[in-house]
């Protein structure tokens, strides 16, 4: 399968392309599975950049994330015998305010493939909820999403909780969105962020080793 192929296909919106491609991907195995799932995150990005341009709408990205959807239905399988030693375990979410979850879900997949368990704690997220969620499965990592900029200063108010409950020392916090800036990132007093599913995998996989 033509993983370049399949990038520009998710990029276009090309259903029928995807759905071919996919079909291709089951019968050539694991072996280009990690490709496949990079491949879309990269089709991906490419939908956002043309969303940013005015050349896609809100409506396209919601068709994006149902072909990403389909994808990682076939993709993850094909992973499930070639994941990597499970690491450890984190939360995941979009935080209050914000309900838009395409890219958490890219995250959630990746991560799993990683070697990761990532708790979805959901869309629309409250500071206390979450806190309640940490407290209670114990996770060392914690990745907030947010594609609006209100969700910013309620990542903020969710650190301050962290705080308040005497957790904050124990996470590490990594935020990531359309919103979020290095600037956003000091202002919310988080530990890192990230724009790209990939790097972002990277620095809680590296987190977690060093739990």
């Known amino acids: 399968m033509n993983t370049e192929e ?70 993850k399988p094909l992973l499930a015998g070639e994941a990597q030693e499970p690491i ?30 990532a708790i979805d704690l959901g869309v629309d997220v409250s500071p206390d909820s979450i806190v309640e969620s940490v407290k209670k499965s114990g996770v060392k990592v914690l990745a907030l999403s947010g594609v609006l900029t209100l969700a910013i200063d309620t990542m903020k108010q969710t650190i301050s909780a962290l705080d308040a409950a005497g957790l904050r020392s124990e996470v590490k916090v990594i935020i990531g969105g359309a919103a979020v800036t290095a600037e956003y990132c000091a202002y919310v007093g988080a530990d890192a962020w990230s724009l790209s599913a990939a790097e972002g995998i990277n620095i809680c996989r590296n987190w977690l080793k060093g739990v």
């Open 6 to 75: 399949l990038k520009m296909a998710i990029g276009d919106l090309d259903e029928d392309k995807v759905q071919a491609l996919l079909e291709e991907l089951s019968e050539s195995g694991a072996q280009t599975a990690a490709a496949a799932l990079s491949a879309c995150q990269e089709g991906m990005e490419i939908v956002g950049a043309k969303y940013e341009s005015g050349e896609y709408f809100v409506a396209d990205l919601i068709f994006a994330g149902d072909l990403m959807s389909d994808a990682a239905a076939v993709i």
């Open 88 to 117: 450890g375990k984190m939360a995941i979410c979009t935080v209050k305010g914000d309900i838009h979850d395409i890219g958490k879900n890219i995250v959630k997949a990746l991560l799993e493939a990683s070697g990761i368990e």
